[in-house]
């Protein structure tokens, strides 16, 4: 019975642990980052208190963040505040704020589906169908343009329902921060594998 226990306990643990992520307290460089796939795009203007770099670009077609530090103590301490502020969507209080004053990163959210730039042009009929292109009521299809498209101006483009934050996950790995932009805004737990699919990437 006593080796009974033993197994079951040996196996809940290996069970258990195999669900576990393994900390790591590796210093990547900016060279680590770039050979993991990141095409960076810029720099951030905040200066973050203890960082010694912070670049932004796409990785996989999507929008990532890296903020570096000497020591991993460093990224779970001083990082780790950064991530939470620059990620964190607050209630409204203010017209659309969404967004701690701190947070350089934004973008509008909150958008209906097919409402917004790309979704507010459309067809209609158009009103240059006459007699001519028609026989005894018949429309002929192949000799009228129908449709017309209506112009899309720049000036139309919808208010900004909710401005946010662009990144809305985080993960400290080693001595970087790394933020990403949401695959789904409605579904995080895309969102959450792809975050670590990102450190996986890291050599």
Known sequence: MRYLILSITIFLIIGCSGNTETETLKIYSMEDISSAGLKAKGEFKTSFPEATDSK???LKGREVA???YPSPELAKINGLKVAEEQTKKIEIKERN???GKN????ICRGYK???GVAGRGG????SNLNSKNSLEGTLIINKAEIFIKEDILANEAPPCVRREPLYTHFKIHGNLVIMVEPLNTEDDSDTVKFVKSVSNLLP
Do not use: D, Q
């Open 56 to 58: 932004w670009g796409f």
């Open 66 to 68: 890296f903020i570096r």
């Open 97 to 99: 704020i969404a967004h």
């Open 103 to 106: 947070v350089e990163k934004l």
């Open 113 to 115: 589906p097919g409402v």
């Open 123 to 126: 067809l209609k009929l158009s």
